[in-house]
């Protein structure tokens, strides 16, 4: 059974029921149906859906930004839904009830903080691939276009940010796992 666990005294802290379990399974199928029936473009033109092995056009490209959206979609609704079907909880104390929210709450926060750390690392490392291609300009500097330095300036600047945004939410989740909660000094 899938659970989070208090590291501090390997406390029970949540457990998925099972319609939380049945969400999940789904949203790993769908992950894979984009994965099978992804995007297609050509030189920037959309072509729609089709089979990874069967693509629209000879020249066709799987259209990775559109399937990034697809996939941040498809991860808020998942996480709406979990949240909407809860957890138990019910049959705590009013105290015990209110620690457990504290603490679910706070994993819930770092979990989906983690997805957009990912999500910053992958557009990252992304604008790094994508800047690969320079390497081979440096023994043609003088036929470089105007369009390709502009091209090179966003993906230098998409990336920076995505580094920013990376390392930040890094920082932020280490001091979010290392602060202690209200119940956890009020014991002490």
């Known amino acids: 059974m ?6 501090r005294n390997s406390n029970r802290v949540m457990t998925l029921n099972h319609r939380q379990r049945v969400c999940l399974a789904v949203a790993g199928c769908l992950l894979m149906a984009t994965l099978i029936y992804p995007p ?3 030189q920037g033109i959309s072509l729609g859906f089709a ?6 056009h000879p020249y066709a490209v799987i259209d990775v930004g559109m399937l990034l959206v697809e996939w941040v979609a ?18 705590l104390s009013g105290h015990e009830a209110g620690v457990v929210v504290e603490k679910v709450g706070r994993r819930s926060l770092i979990f989906v903080l ?15 691939i994508g800047l690969l291609p320079i390497i081979g300009w440096l023994g043609n500097i003088d036929v470089i276009t ?7 300036a966003l ?3 998409v990336g920076v940010i995505a580094a920013a945004g990376f390392y930040g939410l890094r920082k932020l989740i280490n001091r979010l796992q290392a602060r202690p909660t209200v119940s956890d000094t009020a014991a002490h």
């Open 2 to 7: 899938l659970s989070s666990y208090d590291s």
């Open 40 to 42: 297609f473009k050509v």
């Open 51 to 56: 089979w990874i092995f069967f693509p629209p």
């Open 74 to 91: 498809l991860l808020l609704c998942v996480v709406t839904v979990i949240f909407f079907f809860g957890g138990r909880g019910a049959t």
């Open 114 to 128: 983690r997805a957009v750390w990912m999500i910053f690392g992958f557009v990252m490392a992304l604008q790094i």
């Open 146 to 152: 105007d369009q390709e330095l502009i091209t090179v």
């Open 155 to 157: 993906k230098v600047s």
